[in-house]
C-alpha cells in the first residue's frame, strides 16, 4: 500500500500528516499529490469527503517550500503565492485549517479572508502577508478593489468546489479574479460534477492538465447506510424527534431546504428538549462558528442546515445526516449524505419523504442508481390518501444563501443563486401526485411507541 513518504513529500510534511492520525494516502491524494509536486495543471472530479483538501494541500506545502523563493521563517513578510477559492465561509476556514495543520513544521503560513465578518482584520493579515490565501470570491473583490490586497506573485491557484461556485453564480467574479492573477501559474480545478459550464471553464482556465476522477462515494462505498422514512409532511418533526429520543442519537446533521424551514424546527426540538442550533446565510458569522464548534465538540445534539451553509462541514465519524426535506437538486442529496461515513468511517442517512417529494425522491434515486429502502415508523404510517402540495423553491421565497457578496463585502446576498431555479427540480404548477407511492413498502415495524405525531 502506498504511503504519504512514497508520494515525493518532504519529512516534515509527512510528520504532521502522520500526526494528525492519517496514514494511508486516499485514492484522490495518491494520484493529485504526485501530479502538482510535478507542476502541471490539474482537473480532478472529486466530492466533499474523499480527501481531496489535502490532495491539494499536501503538494502546495511541498512545492512552495522547496521553491527559490520560499520564506525562511514564518514571521517575514511575503506576498501571496498559493490563493485557494472556495464557494463557502466554511469550507474558506476548515480548507485554511488543513494549511494550517499540515504546514506546522514548515515555514509557510496562511491566512483566509470571507465575507460576513469585518475587513479590517483580513487587512491587516494581508499587509503582514501570508503564503497561502483561501478566500470566498466576493471578499477577495472587495480586497481587490480597496486596493488591499496583491496578487501578483501568485503561482498555483486552486478553484475548489468549482462546480458550487458555479451554482452559486460566482462566475463573474471567478473571471475577475483570473484577470487580475499572473498568467504564468500552476491551475488546480476540483469539480464533483462537470457540467458543461466546467468544462467551458476548465478549457479556459487550463493548459493540459493531468485528469483524475475518483468514484462519487455513494456509487462505491457502500459504509453509508441509507434508509427513506415515507411520513405525513406534518409528522416529520415529530418522527425526527421520535428518532433523536428512541434511537439515542447525539450527533446529528439535519437538512432542511429553506432557512425558515431550519429555523422553525429548531424552535420544535428545543421544545422538545432537544439541544439544536441553526446554520444558514441569515445567520451571523459569529452564529454559525459557535454552533459548528459546539456541533464539533458534541455539546451540540442537533445541527440544523440548509445546503449551501452545510458545503464543506467537516466532522469526522459524524454519525447521522438526516434529510428533513428532500433537496431540489439531486445531487445535494449525494453532498448531503457524504457529511456521514467520511474516510472510512460507517454512517447513517435518512430521508423524511412526504408525499410532496416523491418525484425528488426518484430523481435521486435515478442518479444514485438505486433504490433506497423504505421504512414507515410504527406510530407514523403516512395517510394514503394524502394530496400533494407543490413545493416551495428557496428562489422563489427569497432564501439565497447568503454565500455571495454585499452586505459587509461578501457576507449578504447570495442573489444570483436566487434568479437560477435549480436544475431538474419542480416547478411549482406542477401537477402534483395525489396518492402515496405504491412502492412504499409497509416493513413491519420495528419500533413502538411512535408518538403518532401527537
Ligand atoms: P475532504 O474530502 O478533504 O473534505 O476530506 C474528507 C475527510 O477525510 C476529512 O474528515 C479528512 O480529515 C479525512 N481525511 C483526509 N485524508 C485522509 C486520509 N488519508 N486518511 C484518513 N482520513 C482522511
Known amino acids: 500500500m502506498t504511503k504519504f513518504s512514497e ?8 510528520r504532521a500528516v502522520t500526526e494528525h492520525g ?9 494520484q493529485a499529490i504526485p501530479a502538482v509536486i510535478k507542476g502541471g495543471d490539474l482537473l480532478a472530479g472529486a466530492q466533499t469527503g474523499t480527501g481531496k483538501t489535502a490532495g491539494f494541500t499536501l503538494p502546495i506545502l511541498e512545492r512552495l517550500s522547496k521553491s527559490p523563493n520560499a520564506p525562511k521563517n514564518k514571521t517575514d513578510r511575503r506576498p501571496i503565492r498559493t490563493l485557494v477559492l472556495t464557494p463557502t465561509r466554511e469550507l474558506a476556514a476548515q480548507i485554511e485549517e488543513s494549511v494550517r495543520t499540515y504546514g506546522k513544521y514548515t515555514n509557510l503560513n496562511s491566512g483566509v479572508i470571507f465575507g460576513g ?3 479590517n482584520p483580513q487587512i ?8 497561502i490565501l483561501v478566500a470566498t470570491p466576493g471578499r477577495l473583490l472587495d480586497h481587490k478593489q480597496q486596493g488591499t490586497i496583491d496578487l501578483s506573485h501568485v503561482e498555483i491557484l486552486v478553484l475548489d468546489e468549482a462546480d458550487r461556485m458555479l451554482d452559486m453564480g ?13 498568467a504564468k501559474r500552476q491551475n488546480l480545478l476540483f469539480s464533483a460534477t462537470f457540467s458543461e459550464e466546467i468544462k467551458t471553464l476548465a478549457e479556459r482556465l487550463l493548459n493540459n492538465p493531468a485528469m483524475i476522477e475518483v468514484a462519487r462515494r455513494n456509487s462505491t462505498v457502500e459504509i453509508i447506510s441509507q434508509k427513506v422514512h415515507p411520513v405525513d409532511r406534518d409528522k416529520k418533526h415529530p418522527l425526527l424527534a421520535h428518532l433523536i429520543k428512541t434511537e439515542g442519537w447525539n450527533q446529528v446533521l439535519v437538512f432542511t431546504r429553506t432557512k425558515h424551514g431550519a429555523n422553525k424546527l429548531v424552535e420544535q426540538l428545543i421544545k422538545d428538549g432537544i439541544n439544536s442550533m441553526a446554520i444558514h446565510g441569515n445567520k451571523s458569522q459569529s452564529a454559525r462558528t459557535k454552533a459548528l464548534a459546539e456541533f464539533k465538540d458534541g455539546s451540540l445534539t442537533v445541527l440544523v442546515a440548509t445546503d449551501i451553509a452545510a458545503r464543506g462541514i467537516d466532522i469526522d465519524q459524524l454519525p447521522h445526516v438526516v434529510n428533513f426535506d428532500l433537496p431540489n437538486v439531486p445531487e445535494d442529496y449525494v453532498h448531503r449524505i457524504g457529511r456521514t461515513g ?3 468511517a460507517t454512517g447513517e442517512a435518512v430521508s423524511l419523504v412526504c408525499v410532496d417529494e416523491f418525484k425528488l425522491l426518484a430523481d435521486i434515486e435515478k442518479l444514485i442508481k438505486r433504490q433506497l429502502p423504505q421504512e414507515i415508523i410504527d406510530g407514523f404510517i403516512p395517510d394514503p390518501h394524502a394530496k400533494a402540495q407543490p413545493i416551495q423553491l428557496r428562489s422563489f421565497q427569497g432564501q439565497g444563501q447568503g454565500q455571495g457578496r454585499g452586505g459587509n463585502g461578501g457576507g449578504g446576498g447570495g442573489g444570483n443563486r436566487q434568479s437560477r431555479p435549480a436544475q431538474g427540480a419542480p416547478r411549482e404548477g406542477n401537477a402534483p401526485r395525489t396518492s402515496i407511492k405504491p412502492a412504499v413498502k409497509q416493513s413491519t ?3 413502538s411507541g411512535g408518538r403518532g405525531g401527537a
Open 7 to 14: 508520494l515525493g513529500l518532504s519529512e516534515c510534511i509527512v
Open 22 to 30: 492519517y496514514t494511508i494516502p486516499t485514492p484522490i491524494q495518491q
Open 117 to 119: 465578518v469585518g475587513i
Open 124 to 131: 491587516k493579515l494581508l499587509k503582514n502577508g501570508v503564503d
Open 170 to 182: 460566482f462566475i463573474h467574479d471567478i473571471k475577475k479574479v483570473l484577470a487580475i492573477l499572473p
Open 342 to 344: 467520511r474516510a472510512g
Open 445 to 447: 415495524p420495528r419500533r
